[in-house]
């Protein structure tokens, strides 16, 4: 490979290295072309799978601040450099290597740390992201679902008592006129009888006195003894 190539695949590699949320690293001894391509298409958009020079990958590993990579490379090695979900890239690599046992997975580099093969394919073995989101959100759904049937059933039930009212109100209108009226009218005022008897007691005493007053001067005095000659 020329000076020149083999610098546009350094900096290749470590473009994908920095623009990649995983890298797997693999080696493909045996496969063919046309197996190479099917495993392509079976990665889709998730991941480039890239068959790599060992030197020229180390060079970029380094430059893309990603360690640990150098004992994985060796041998025929082929990388995919992971785009969308890990999960979904290890699964799908982990089926092909199924079918095609010639697909040797070695390990890989994830969130700053190196995974072995074995941490692979526990990768491989979770829920892909959408599995995942879709339960979240099947769970908060049930969740929102149960706290509007506890918000909701007191006033379903102020609504039962108020269509039941108003059932009653149209069946029989004389009976609710009736309970206003009833209501609204007025308590008669009670007599201050306490006072009045006191104000009849006191004119009675005056009019008693007067009286005795009055014969008192009306009376004839009483004749005096007569005298001795």
């Known amino acids: 490979m020329a000076r020149q190539d083999k610098a546009t695949a350094v900096d290749m590699l470590t473009e994908e290295f920095r623009g990649s949320n995983a890298a797997v690293l693999t080696e493909y001894r045996g496969l063919t072309v046309a197996q190479l391509k099917q495993l392509r298409r079976s990665l889709g958009d998730r991941a480039n799978y890239i068959v790599v020079k ?3 990958t180390k060079i970029a590993a380094e430059r893309a601040g990603v360690e640990g990579l150098n004992e994985l490379l060796a041998g025929p090695s ?4 992971v785009k969308g979900d890990p999960v979904d890239a290890a699964k799908g690599l982990r089926d092909f290597a199924k079918e095609h046992p010639l697909l040797v997975i070695k390990g890989g580099y994830m969130d700053g740390a190196v995974l072995t093969a074995a941490e692979i394919g ?3 073995d979770l829920e892909s992201r959408e599995v995942l989101l879709s339960k979240l959100a099947g769970a908060m759904k ?4 149960q706290a509007a049937g506890l918000f909701q059933a007191p006033l379903a039930q102020t609504a039962r008592l108020l269509g039941a009212l108003e ?3 149209a069946a029989d209108p004389a009976s609710a006129a009736a309970a206003p009226a009833a209501e609204e009218a007025p308590v008669a005022e009670e007599a201050p009888v306490a006072e009045e008897a006191d104000s ?3 004119e009675s005493e005056t009019e008693a006195v ?3 007053a009055e014969a008192s001067t009306d009376e004839p005095a009483s004749d005096a003894p ?4």
């Open 78 to 81: 082929a990388i995919a450099f």
């Open 167 to 169: 059932a009653k109100v």
């Open 122 to 124: 526990k990768i491989a």
């Open 200 to 202: 009849t007691e006191t």
């Open 54 to 56: 060992n030197t020229l």
């Open 210 to 212: 007067a009286a005795v």
């Open 142 to 145: 049930a969740s929102l679902t």
């Open 226 to 229: 007569a005298s001795n000659e």
